[in-house]
């Protein structure tokens, strides 16, 4: 019998080396696997090349991790944001490398790793500082450069449900970066809010098919959904309201 | 440019918002850039189906969500609750920018530092010394739509014109912007630079050449207006 | 209102050019556009190129607009089958070019042109025939031949079921090049079993969003389902089956 | 290569699929081209689970239906009607192939016209003048999988090796088998040409050698066997 699930983050998180590149999905909070960041915060793994959209926000999962100096090289799309003072710190002090790419690049670049095309022609970028030094060329009229795969050791992501064979489906804008960096990743481990009985997902609308993971954790249901249904109560970070906030959020 | 010109006539950000709205005909598929084009939306009206992308994953993006109704699962390219209309449909970031990079969409409403009269378009870095770069999707919006609008003021805040000869800040994006909506004017990018397609109020195109330094002149009369999405 | 359906397939065929590039989904019987490609000989267009995974079976479908001379060219990875009778003898005759893609290559340089990249390089075919005078390129430590991608005018494919917006999913391996096709054309006309009410499609599972469609008609549903049902009772060539030859296979 | 060598024990084809399915591990996602090789899904241990691929789209395939219960919609990449297992995935061709020239699947079984001892495959074409070329997804699969199993008989019906010191068919991939599975013997790919894994019954190596007119040695004993699809 095939069992990818795995029966504690712990588990989920084990033997990932120093020195790997991981691959950490989310969008903002949507598709953050925060519980996985955390367990690989207590794993200890560093020397660190992370991708990620973001370079973490306030002091927790990600920014932890880059807060402990695991990270030694990060690739993303939009680092500075209003509360990433753990990056903008490390980075002024020349302890971060950072490879800046549009984020349109980063997507199509994860899903060449995953798909096997050796490198691709993009639109994205040309003429500017983000394609300095790369190969250029004219086709059909139009200017391209040359984008390399982005693969990783490991992929971190997060979604809505999985069975045993890794079968995965996502919930609404949470989807983003979590089926083309399973597909990216040598090793993935996915946290996912439920594990369901084979067979229980539709095939038909499966979102990452189980070849692409490796081992699944359940950590339970989000605090806004409840029995799988949307619920509400909560900020944008998914942080439950506190009465009075909800009160006051009533009156505006 | 001085900032002591004679303070011509100016909309508002709202006005602009609403004029682009209006620009956009029905079953339009529509991204609008992070800050104030986003605005562009609260003025789509009701009654036309007009459909909006966001970049991480969602076409059928709705208003915000009502209060206590925030789903952090749900959010628009500015991290902010949004909610899915009836016929939404959601799908991962590769999918997402390959719509936009294989030219889906119809438009895309933009903020800028400066766009040139060559249709250049820099928006994400002051290049100033220390900044952390950052860039996100603009450089993939900015190649990515049909037509790409910009959404700004004609001047910055010393009075400079964001409507240049050469983009002198960093760039987003090569000869991409279609169109510019500004608090004076809405200018078309032409082959010959830019074209006043209309002035607000006091606004002539002399007194446009005049706040920008650039050579201008009038909007052809029927210019194309926006592309559908069909081509029956 | 956006409203995408048409209402007969004369009319979602209309104004297809003479010259025009022409993607037909379809692999085998699942997810042959059957009334479209009917629809089309009908319509007239002539001097057709042809991207489809074959080159027509029997005399019916795309053998049927093969036979009638309006294919002037096909892209296709697999034209020989037992009865590729029509394109062969065309063939043969030096009345139709072909250019033969590794089925891979195909899908790949579909969803290429769908996705905006200008060129990819792909490992398929390395070394063979069929990338002689291709682009070459070792890249970390592997060899890829440069590929374009694959544009059309039109694109006719069958999916389930459609909403007025042009949302659609699929059934089953007849989804095959259906979402890559759509997305690579210019006109994308699709025929579906059944146009559903916008909203009825559940928007994690629509595999083709509205965007990439622009005519939907309703042909009914297939003879092998009832009300969304499988209900089996067809050959796979989707044929009923007689009662006889129902029988004959029971028996063995 | 002449006919009249002394007849030496082969295993029928059944046997063959019998011996490729052993050797499968639990776990493994596996795609079994057309024609022979799709005989390997017939031996695979009904309580072992093994994830067999079509690269039509679908992942989780299970065995042909009921007679009255064929589904056009549900095939194999041969055209066959198939069935789908608890567990199965539908994707489109894209992400089909990208699955495979991503290297995901553990084991491919093709068929073969010829095999060089540096692991090249021929399988596609005679290279017949007049001939109808077809590829299908055979160059695809070819360069697809981590292990590329061929299994094809030693000698063809003239009497000549399928094994060959350099491939006179056109090509399907370059140095892509790994291992090939003939009636006489099985045969690893190895930097120094074919090396015999297991001779079937009264071959040799030596009689192999000599019927196949290369140079051959015996198989390293504990060569690694195929792959896991996880590392863990």
């Not at chain 1, 949507?30 to 973490?56: H, K, R, S």
Request: proline share 5%.
């Amino acid at each position: 019998m095939i069992d990818k699930t795995v029966a504690s983050v712990e588990e989920a998180v084990a033997g990932i080396r120093d020195g790997s590149t991981v691959m950490i999905g989310g969008f903002g909070r949507a598709g953050q696997p925060v519980e996985l960041i955390d367990a690989l915060i207590a794993q200890g793994a560093t020397d660190l090349t992370v991708v990620n959209n973001n370079a973490g926000n306030g002091d927790v999962g990600l920014a932890a991790l880059l807060a402990k100096k695991r990270v030694r090289r990060i690739l993303c799309s939009f680092p500075r944001q209003h509360d990433s003072w753990v990056f903008d710190e490390l980075y002024r002090a020349g302890e971060i490398e950072l490879e800046l790419v549009p984020q349109g690049n980063l997507a199509e670049r994860i899903r060449a790793a995953g798909a096997g095309v050796g490198a691709f022609f993009s639109p994205t970028g040309v003429g500017t500082q983000l394609a300095e030094g790369k190969e250029e060329r004219v086709i059909d009229g139009r200017t391209y450069v040359l984008e390399y795969p982005i693969k990783a050791d490991v992929a971190l992501i997060s979604a809505r449900q999985g069975d045993r064979w890794g079968n995965l489906v996502y919930r609404e804008t949470a989807r983003n970066f979590g089926p083309i960096m399973a597909a990216a990743a040598t090793t993935t481990i996915v946290q996912v809010d439920e594990i369901v009985p084979l067979g229980s997902l539709e095939p038909e609308t499966i979102v990452t098919p189980g070849i692409f993971v490796d081992r699944v954790v359940a950590v339970g249901e989000r605090a806004w959904t409840r029995g799988g249904d949307f619920v509400g109560g909560v900020d944008i970070e998914g942080r439950p309201l506190a009465d009075a906030t909800a009160s006051r959020e009533g009156d505006q | 440019m001085t900032t002591d010109q004679p303070t011509a006539t100016r909309v508002s950000r709202d006005e602009l918002a609403a004029r682009i709205a209006a620009d956009i005909p029905e079953g339009s598929y529509v991204n609008l850039g992070i800050g104030a084009p986003t605005l562009v939306a609260d003025f789509l009206p009701d009654d036309l189906e007009i459909i909006l992308h966001t970049e991480n994953g969602m076409l059928g993006m709705g208003p915000k969500p009502a209060p206590g109704l925030v789903d952090p699962d749900l959010i628009n390219a500015g991290k902010q609750p949004v909610t899915a209309l009836s016929g939404a449909a959601y799908f991962h970031h590769a999918d997402s920018f390959g719509m936009m990079r294989g030219g889906h969409l119809d438009v895309c409403v933009l903020g800028a530092f400066q766009v040139s009269q060559d249709g250049d378009l820099a928006n994400w870095s002051t290049g100033a010394p220390g900044a952390i770069p950052a860039v996100g999707g603009a450089m993939d919006l900015a190649i990515g739509a049909k037509n790409v609008y910009v959404m700004t003021d004609l001047l910055t805040k010393t009075g400079e014109s964001k409507l240049v000869e050469q983009c002198t800040y960093p760039l987003t994006g090569v000869g991409c912007v279609t169109r510019v909506y500004t608090d004076h004017a809405i200018f078309d990018v032409t082959p010959d630079g830019f074209a006043v397609r209309e002035a607000f109020g006091d606004n002539t195109v002399e007194s446009l050449a005049e706040l920008t330094g650039l050579r201008l002149r009038e909007a052809a009369a029927s210019a194309s207006s926006t592309g559908q999405g069909t081509e029956d």
